[in-house]
Every structure is written in structure tokens, then in C-alpha cells.
């Protein structure tokens, strides 16, 4: 059929960019340049799940669309978790692998994961399901196979605001965008809506979501830049992150990620607390009065 074909096209684009990355090595700055401010900029987002990480120490974690040689489930590895890495393909993961960057990989397609119910604790997707040409039966899957939890990070979808506007066109200026809605790689951009996921929660009964919005800063220019100390590159991030910050609390501007966290059990008063410290926002969903 010519959609099972358009979408078999896409797995085959991803598992080709894999490849490439690993033979241009093309390492990601998490393990390259560590201290610099693109791993900076990863790092800000991969914190946002140390309270799990640190509340729950021995549960088994499963990164998704992890390929870029498998630097979630590094960063959770050296977080002290049980961490499994995947991607579409194991281009990049054997790399990785060899390097010691990770423990263990395997090889899923996040449209289809190949494991039992609820086979790990948490399941984690950052910034990889704008890659998915069909991100929702992704998402259902991943409920399937999380007994605890899933946690996605993503752009997320804003309101036609004059300044969202605006930031989209400097953004196609300094990073060289050819189109706001599709990446380099031919992946369609499909970004997060935080209101659409808590309705999938609220039909599948389940209880309760957290999430935060924040920002991010790219500019290629500095991104090579030390995080370390008083230098231009760090001065221009901080700017650019303050900036988009003020412009969000004062409603001109919508905040452009979303980390969500979908809890499939209830949250410990610990885990509740430290998350609210770092600025997550509880969403309570109702219990349907028709099913016992």
C-alpha cells in the first residue's frame, strides 16, 4: 500500500543517517566536547528526569530513538540507571557499545516494540518523536511497555503568536533552515501537544501527568563554546535563553520544549515534591465514573 511504502521510505532515510554519523563519526557533544555549551544545552534537558533517576534507584530504563550513539542512555548510565539504549537501527549503537558509552542496545522501532508489557520501568524519548511518521501508535506502545512511566521531550506545538512568528524566521536565518516544518533528514517536524497527550491519558484511564515547558538556545556559531567560565559563547546563550524566558512569562512568546512525564501508577509525596522544584506542573486526571 502507498502509505505502508511512504512509511518503510522513512525507517530507511533514518537508518541511512545513522550510518552516516557513524562514518563521518560524527560523535554527539555529550561524549566529544563535554563541556561544551551544545552539551550543555542536552544536559539542561536530560536533568529534568534525575528526580525518577534518583527516586528510584535499580529500575530498569529504555532509551527510544537513541542514535545519536546512544547519548540519553550515556547520560543515564553515568546517572547511576539500568539502562537500556535503541535506535531504528544499531549503526551508531555498536559504536557506542565498543567505546563502553553504553552497557547494552538493542535494535526497536518504536512504532512496534518487540517486548513483553510493562518489560521496563520507565521508558525515556527525548527529542526523537518529531522523528516518528506515526508518533501516536509510538506513544501507545510506549505505555504499553513502561510499567511505571514514559518521559518525552520535545518541541512542542505553539499558538500563531506574532513573536513565535518572528523567532521561527530568525532561527531559519541563523541556523539556515530550509523549512520550519521539516528536518534535513526529510523527518516532518511533529511537535508535542501537551493538551492532546493528556486527553490519550484521560481516555485510557489513567491518572496522572506532569510536565514542564522550557527553552532552548542553538546558534551554530557558539555551541562549540566552553560552558565554563566568563566567555562570549556563554554570554550569548545565557541572552538568548534569558530573552525567550522574559518574552514567555510576560505571554508574548510560547515556550518552544515540553518534557512530559506519564505516570501510569501513583507518585510518591519525594518524587511529587522534587519535581515541583524543578518547575513541573501536576495535571490530575478524573476517573471514568463508567468503567469498575
Request: hydrophobic letters at 35%; aromatic letters at 10%.
Given at each position: 500500500?502507498?502509505?505502508?511504502?511512504?512509511?518503510?521510505?522513512?525507517?530507511?532515510?533514518?537508518?541511512?543517517?545513522?550510518?552516516?554519523?557513524?562514518?563521518?563519526?560524527?560523535?554527539?557533544?555529550?561524549?566529544?566536547?563535554?563541556?561544551?555549551?551544545?552539551?550543555?544545552?542536552?544536559?539542561?534537558?536530560?536533568?529534568?528526569?534525575?528526580?525518577?533517576?534518583?527516586?528510584?534507584?535499580?529500575?530498569?530504563?529504555?532509551?527510544?530513538?537513541?542514535?545519536?550513539?546512544?547519548?540519553?542512555?550515556?547520560?543515564?548510565?553515568?546517572?547511576?540507571?539500568?539502562?537500556?539504549?535503541?535506535?531504528?537501527?544499531?549503526?551508531?549503537?555498536?559504536?557506542?557499545?565498543?567505546?563502553?558509552?553504553?552497557?547494552?542496545?538493542?535494535?526497536?522501532?518504536?512504532?512496534?516494540?518487540?517486548?513483553?508489557?510493562?518489560?521496563?520501568?520507565?521508558?525515556?524519548?527525548?527529542?526523537?518523536?518529531?522523528?516518528?511518521?506515526?508518533?501516536?501508535?509510538?506513544?501507545?506502545?510506549?505505555?504499553?511497555?513502561?510499567?511505571?512511566?514514559?518521559?518525552?521531550?520535545?518541541?512542542?506545538?505553539?499558538?500563531?503568536?506574532?513573536?513565535?512568528?518572528?523567532?521561527?524566521?530568525?532561527?531559519?536565518?541563523?541556523?539556515?533552515?530550509?523549512?520550519?516544518?521539516?528536518?534535513?533528514?526529510?523527518?516532518?517536524?511533529?511537535?508535542?501537544?501537551?493538551?492532546?497527550?493528556?486527553?490519550?491519558?484521560?481516555?485510557?484511564?489513567?491518572?496522572?501527568?506532569?510536565?514542564?515547558?522550557?527553552?532552548?538556545?542553538?546558534?551554530?556559531?557558539?555551541?562549540?563554546?566552553?560552558?565554563?567560565?566568563?566567555?562570549?559563547?556563554?554570554?550569548?546563550?545565557?541572552?538568548?535563553?534569558?530573552?525567550?524566558?522574559?518574552?514567555?512569562?510576560?505571554?508574548?512568546?510560547?515556550?518552544?520544549l515540553a518534557c512530559v512525564i506519564l505516570f501510569k501508577n501513583s507518585v510518591d509525596n519525594g518524587l511529587r515534591s522534587n519535581l515541583k522544584q524543578r518547575g513541573f506542573t501536576f495535571k490530575e486526571l478524573p476517573k471514568?465514573?463508567?468503567?469498575?
Amino acid at each position: 500500500m502507498e502509505g505502508n511504502k511512504s512509511i518503510e521510505t522513512h525507517y530507511s532515510y533514518q537508518a541511512e543517517y545513522e550510518r552516516k554519523m557513524k562514518l563521518e563519526n560524527r560523535l554527539p557533544s555529550t561524549i566529544s566536547i563535554p563541556n561544551s555549551i551544545d552539551a550543555w544545552r542536552h544536559d539542561r534537558m536530560r536533568d529534568l528526569v534525575l528526580p525518577i533517576v534518583e527516586n528510584d534507584k535499580g529500575a530498569t530504563w529504555l532509551t527510544l530513538g537513541d542514535g545519536m550513539f546512544g547519548s540519553d542512555a550515556h547520560y543515564l548510565k553515568q546517572q547511576g540507571a539500568n539502562v537500556v539504549a535503541s535506535s531504528l537501527s544499531d549503526e551508531t549503537l555498536k559504536v557506542a557499545l565498543d567505546e563502553q558509552f553504553i552497557k547494552d542496545y538493542k535494535i526497536i522501532n518504536a512504532e512496534k516494540i518487540e517486548e513483553l508489557d510493562g518489560a521496563y520501568d520507565y521508558l525515556y524519548c527525548k527529542e526523537a518523536f518529531h522523528h516518528f511518521p506515526r508518533p501516536y501508535v509510538a506513544l501507545y506502545e510506549m505505555l504499553r511497555v513502561a510499567s511505571k512511566a514514559v518521559v518525552l521531550t520535545e518541541p512542542q506545538q505553539n499558538k500563531a503568536r506574532m513573536l513565535n512568528v518572528l523567532k521561527t524566521g530568525v532561527k531559519r536565518v541563523w541556523r539556515k533552515d530550509i523549512h520550519d516544518e521539516y528536518e534535513i533528514t526529510g523527518n516532518y517536524i511533529y511537535r508535542l501537544n501537551v493538551d492532546e497527550v493528556i486527553k490519550i491519558m484521560t481516555a485510557l484511564d489513567m491518572r496522572l501527568v506532569a510536565y514542564k515547558k522550557f527553552n532552548d538556545f542553538y546558534m551554530p556559531s557558539i555551541v562549540k563554546g566552553s560552558r565554563k567560565g566568563l566567555n562570549r559563547s556563554k554570554f550569548i546563550f545565557e541572552l538568548g535563553l534569558g530573552l525567550q524566558n522574559l518574552l514567555c512569562k510576560i505571554g508574548l512568546m510560547d515556550y518552544g520544549l515540553a518534557c512530559v512525564i506519564l505516570f501510569k501508577n501513583s507518585v510518591d509525596n519525594g518524587l511529587r515534591s522534587n519535581l515541583k522544584q524543578r518547575g513541573f506542573t501536576f495535571k490530575e486526571l478524573p476517573k471514568n465514573p463508567y468503567q469498575q
